[in-house]
C-alpha cells in the first residue's frame, strides 16, 4: 500500500487558497500566517509530486492537476466535516442510536416510563426495542445486533458484563373463586396439586420456576403453554389453572377475574439487570441511557434475609457499567418497538 502523507489540513488549505486565488486571503481566511499557507501547499505538492498552482504577480490559479484535487478534495473536505459533526452531536447526545432488547415482561412495564424519561432529556436519539425471550436476547446482544439487554440474571461468563438493578417476586396467581385465592400464603406442595400454565421451554420466567421446582424434588410439568402473558392471565381468569408470575405483571392484572397469593418460606425471587458484551464499548446514547435506568430502576433492596435470587445458573454478578454524565439535547425522535 502506498503511504498517503496528506491531511485534512493541506486539503483545506489547498482549497482555500484555489477558491480565493491568492496566499494572503488564504491565510487570512484560515487565520494562518502567509509562510504557514505555503509551507502546506508545499508539502502537499511535494506529497503529490506535481505542482498544484501556476502562479503570477496578480493571482494564483490551479494547474490541470491542481484542478482534478479540487473537485475532489471539496468533496473530501465536505465528508470529514460531516462525519466530525455527526461524531460531535452523537458525544452531545444531539443524535445517536441504541438498540435494545429485553423480556417481555420487562418490556412491557418497566421500560416504557424509563424510554419516555430518556427521550425527554434527549430528543434527537433514535431507539429501538425488542421483546425476547431472555435466550435469545443473550444470542441476539452476542451477535452486537443490539447495544443493552434488559433481562434476568444468568451467568454471565466470561462474554458478558451484568450490572443488577432490582429484585422481582414471584407470586401465585389464581381464579378469583379458586381454593387457594383466600390463603395468606401457599407452599410448593399446595401449587403441585392444581393445573399450571408457564411459559414456553426458553422463557426466563419458565426457567427460574422449573428450577425452584426441582430444587424441592417436584416435577415442574406445565398443563397449558403460551408465549404471551396475557394469554396465560386469560387462562387464568377462565379457570384453566394456576400460574407463578412475577411481580412485574401484577400492576397488569383483572382484580376482579384473579387474585394474587405469596408464595411461602422464603419465596422466589430473581435480579433483573443490564447485561451487556464485556468487551464492546458502547456509543454514548447507549451510556446514557444505562445511566437512565441505573437512576431510575436501580434500589438497594433485597429478597428478606435467607432469600436466594435465583435462575437456572445460579452463578455471581459481575461489576456495573460506567460511562460519563451525558447532557441535554433538543432534537426530533424515533422510537420503534419491534415484538415478539
Given at each position: 500500500?502506498?503511504?498517503?502523507?496528506?491531511?485534512?489540513?493541506?486539503?483545506?488549505?489547498?482549497?482555500?487558497?484555489?477558491?480565493?486565488?491568492?496566499?494572503?486571503?488564504?491565510?487570512?481566511?484560515?487565520?494562518?500566517?502567509q509562510p504557514a499557507v505555503t509551507n502546506r501547499i508545499q508539502k502537499l505538492e511535494a506529497a503529490?509530486?506535481?505542482?498544484?498552482?501556476?502562479?503570477?504577480?496578480?493571482?494564483?490559479?490551479?494547474?490541470?492537476?491542481?484542478?482534478?484535487?479540487?473537485?475532489?478534495?471539496?468533496?473530501?473536505?465536505?465528508?470529514?466535516?460531516?462525519?466530525?459533526?455527526?461524531?460531535?452531536?452523537?458525544?452531545?447526545?444531539?443524535?445517536?442510536?441504541?438498540?435494545?432488547?429485553?423480556?417481555?415482561?420487562v418490556s412491557a412495564t418497566v421500560l416504557p416510563r424509563v424510554?419516555?424519561?430518556?427521550?425527554?432529556r434527549h430528543p434527537g436519539v433514535h431507539l429501538t426495542l425488542h421483546d425476547e425471550f431472555a435466550l435469545q436476547a443473550l444470542a441476539r446482544l452476542s451477535a452486537q445486533e443490539f447495544d443493552l439487554a434488559i433481562v434476568p440474571y444468568t451467568d454471565p461468563g466470561e462474554e458478558f458484563e451484568f450490572e443488577p438493578l432490582f429484585?422481582?417476586?414471584?407470586?401465585?396467581?389464581?381464579?378469583?373463586?379458586?381454593?387457594?385465592?383466600?390463603?395468606?400464603?401457599?407452599?410448593?406442595?399446595?401449587i403441585s396439586r392444581y393445573p399450571l400454565l408457564s411459559r414456553p421451554a426458553g422463557s426466563a420466567i419458565r426457567e427460574t420456576i422449573a428450577h425452584e421446582f426441582a430444587k424441592r424434588g417436584l416435577q415442574f410439568?406445565?398443563?397449558l403453554e403460551s408465549t404471551s402473558l396475557f394469554t396465560l392471565l386469560g387462562m387464568v381468569e377462565a379457570g384453566l389453572g394456576l400460574s407463578l408470575l412475577p411481580q412485574l405483571m401484577t400492576p397488569r392484572l383483572n382484580l376482579n377475574a384473579v387474585r394474587i397469593v405469596r408464595i411461602?418460606?422464603?419465596?422466589i425471587f430473581r435480579q433483573i439487570g443490564i447485561m451487556r458484551k464485556r468487551q464492546r464499548r458502547l456509543s454514548p446514547s447507549a451510556v446514557a441511557f444505562a445511566q437512565v435506568l441505573r437512576a431510575m430502576l436501580k434500589t438497594q433492596q433485597a429478597p428478606p434475609a435467607g432469600a436466594i435470587a435465583t435462575d437456572s445458573s445460579g452463578a455471581g454478578i459481575t461489576k456495573p457499567l460506567r460511562g460519563r454524565t451525558a447532557p441535554r439535547s433538543s432534537r426530533s425522535s424515533t422510537l420503534r418497538i419491534a415484538t415478539r
Open positions: 500500500m502506498i503511504p498517503i502523507n496528506i491531511g485534512p489540513s493541506e486539503l483545506e488549505t489547498f482549497i482555500a487558497v484555489s477558491e480565493a486565488g491568492s496566499f494572503s486571503a488564504a491565510a487570512a481566511q484560515l487565520g494562518l500566517s503529490l509530486g506535481l505542482p498544484l498552482f501556476d502562479r503570477t504577480t496578480r493571482r494564483v490559479t490551479t494547474t490541470v492537476a491542481g484542478e482534478r484535487l479540487r473537485l475532489r478534495a471539496q468533496h473530501t473536505v465536505a465528508e470529514l466535516k460531516a462525519l466530525v459533526q455527526e461524531f460531535r452531536d452523537e458525544i452531545a447526545l444531539r443524535h445517536g442510536r441504541v438498540a435494545l432488547v429485553a423480556t417481555p415482561a424510554i419516555r424519561h430518556f427521550l425527554t429484585f422481582d417476586e414471584f407470586f401465585l396467581v389464581v381464579p378469583r373463586n379458586h381454593p387457594l385465592a383466600r390463603a395468606g400464603k401457599v407452599d410448593f406442595a399446595d410439568t406445565p398443563a411461602g418460606g422464603f419465596g
